[in-house]
């Protein structure tokens, strides 16, 4: 008799594993081994060991709960499993699942996934997402996939996840691409490989780097990104208009800005890829990358900050940050980050 592929599930929280009393709103109470539990066909899926680590929202996660997670996980491939499954909350795991991506560079199939129903409501999605996470975490075909997300029977790569509705079943979406793959009843179809991936080395004892994110706006004055240096963060997304556009007064606010911390833009938009030489205006991409400023290519907004702060705690050097995102926007094979620099 062939042995199930092993496969370790990593329980955060979040909707997938809350519920409510009669009349009451939802609160997360559910470990990781009663959502296993009320998921049974998983168990005829793959041989399956549960570790709840966290019992909070999504929002209450932090990047030293990611850096945990990545220790833990290493551990458990260390140990001999074919696949892991991490299920949270649906709030912050666009930037959880991209920066677990970032941290790592696992050949086993690394699965993200979660709820938007919680297992009080009618129609609760949970358990059927951590079913068909479970057949990707342990599908050999979903090797060397990098961190995906699947939900809603989509597999979806982390690069490019976005949590694009606040409730619908069908709130993951890969904008420009989408789904690289699905699940049809016990099948893995794998649709498309990525080209390469992007690994940042993080040492488990790096210095925290505190990255703000601003969103610019309408008749936006820039008070408030000028306060961005005093208020001590160490760089700063800001989503432009556009292709990477920004009022002509605010243009030498951020070359300001920029001439203390690394200041990269991208497009409020979150789609496509940015400008960098179409306008010359004051204000337009490429004033903006005159003035020192880092453009995100097609790295969106949630995922460059991401991004960003990883890089600064690498100890990656400013002048190497445009060509992170360059990499992080194409890579070929497997691209390595470091203080060092790059390597493949």
């Known amino acids: 008799m062939t042995s199930l592929p092993r496969v370790a599930v990593f329980a955060l929280g979040g909707t997938i594993a809350s519920s409510a009393d009669s009349g009451q709103a939802a609160t997360v109470r559910i470990t990781g081994a009663e959502l296993l ?26 990047l030293p709960d990611l850096l945990g997670l990545r220790s833990r996980v290493e551990a458990a491939v260390r140990s001999g499993v074919d696949g892991v499954v991490v299920t949270q909350g649906t709030d912050t795991l666009e930037e959880t699942s991209y920066a677990f991506e970032l941290l790592t560079s696992l050949e086993v199939p690394v699965v993200f996934t979660g709820a938007m129903r919680n297992s009080s409501l009618p129609g609760s999605d949970g358990p059927a997402n951590l079913l068909a996470a479970v057949r990707v975490a342990a599908c050999p075909q979903a090797r060397g996939l990098g961190t995906t997300v699947v939900f809603n029977d989509e597999i979806h790569s982390s690069r490019h996840v976005r949590k694009a509705h606040p409730s619908s079943t069908s709130a993951f979406a890969s904008p420009g691409l989408g789904p690289i793959g699905y699940v049809s009843e016990d099948r893995v179809r794998i649709l498309m490989r990525p080209a390469g991936r992007l690994h940042v080395r993080v040492p ?12 610019v706006f309408f008749d936006d004055d820039g008070r408030i990104i000028e306060t961005v240096p005093a208020l001590g963060y160490d760089g700063l997304v800001v989503a432009a208009f556009g ?7 605010i243009a030498p606010i951020l070359a300001k800005v920029a001439e203390q911390i690394p200041v990269v833009f991208t497009s409020r938009t979150n789609a496509g890829e940015g400008l960098r030489q179409t306008y010359a205006y004051p204000g337009s991409e490429s004033d903006l990358i005159s003035r020192g400023l880092v453009p995100a290519v097609s790295v969106g907004t949630s995922h460059a900050t991401v991004l960003l702060r990883l890089l600064l705690m690498a100890g990656v050097e ?10 992080a ?16």
């Open 318 to 327: 400013r002048e190497a940050l445009a060509w992170c995102f360059e990499q």
């Open 37 to 62: 539990g009320g998921v049974p066909e998983a168990r005829q899926v793959a041989a399956v060991e549960v570790h709840t680590l966290k019992m909070v929202p999504s929002g209450d996660l932090r």
């Open 204 to 215: 488990a004892a790096a210095a925290d780097a505190r990255v703000a994110q601003l969103t």
């Open 243 to 249: 292709g990477g556009h920004v009022p002509s007064w």
């Open 329 to 344: 926007s194409d890579p070929h094979g497997l691209v390595s980050i470091s203080a060092g620099g790059p390597s493949a």
